[in-house]
């Protein structure tokens, strides 16, 4: 490992988010409340004190959308990386957060590395996917830092795959609509910061009362 730091950044709020809608590989653009989010978090990645040389993200537009305006306040490159995309949710896109509770989709995906009744990817499909890919993207940037823009599911997952520790669904590294958490790639990958919001003014953090807490799109 090189001693790079990644932050990781999961987009803003989306349509679908406020209408508590399970998308994956669906598209739902950022409402006013995720531009905002953005921009703060924007700002926080400003003043961080880390230089940031490239900003990496996944191909859906809430993704990239967010990777544009951070890119417009820090001034830095943006490309795209195909396996940063969200998981895909096989028949159940596009149902509620409900539903997908009462489908047990967080609890089963925890119990089981390989679930995947919905027809879509399984935890570890995902996490091996986006693990590879952070790991891919260390070395085409070598000495660089990245910020790579992605997905609450998608991040969750490929960190447990990246620090071996628990289900490879990842509950423990679910984060926040614009949250940043970042690590750093030593000997071994290290979390600095886990799902770190509280740049955001309080009317922009989520009130969410999503059942199954998976933070999934």
């Known amino acids: 490992m090189t001693g790079q730091r990644v932050a990781?950044?999961?987009?803003?709020?989306?349509?679908?988010?406020?209408?508590?809608?399970?998308y994956g590989r669906l598209e739902s653009p950022l409402n006013d409340r995720g531009i905002a989010q953005v921009q703060a978090t924007a700002q926080a990645l400003k003043t961080r004190g880390t230089d940031y040389h490239h900003i990496v993200s996944s191909p859906l537009g809430r993704a990239l959308e967010t990777a544009n305006l951070i890119a417009d306040t820090l001034q830095l490159p943006?490309?795209?990386?195909?396996d940063l995309v969200e998981c895909d949710l096989g028949e159940w896109e596009g149902i509620t957060y409900l539903e997908m509770h009462e489908r047990g989709y967080a609890v089963k995906s925890i119990q089981d590395d390989h679930f995947r009744e919905h027809g879509g990817e399984s935890p570890f499909d995902i996490s091996e996917r986006v693990k590879l890919a952070m790991l891919r993207l260390?070395?085409?940037h070598p000495g660089q830092n990245l910020i790579l823009v992605g997905h609450g599911g998608a991040f969750a997952n490929g960190l447990s795959a990246l620090l071996g520790s628990g289900p490879r669904f990842g509950p423990k590294y679910l984060m926040h609509n614009a949250a940043i958490t970042e690590l750093t790639f030593e000997q071994e990958p290290t979390i600095l910061t886990l799902n770190e919001y509280a740049h955001l003014p309080h009317h922009l953090k989520n009130q969410?009362?999503?059942?199954?807490?998976a933070q999934q799109a």
């Open 208 to 213: 969410s009362n999503r059942p199954d807490n």
């Open 138 to 140: 260390l070395g085409e």
């Open 78 to 82: 943006i490309s795209i990386e195909a």
């Open 8 to 22: 990781l950044i999961r987009h803003g709020e989306t349509v679908a988010n406020e209408a508590q809608l399970a």
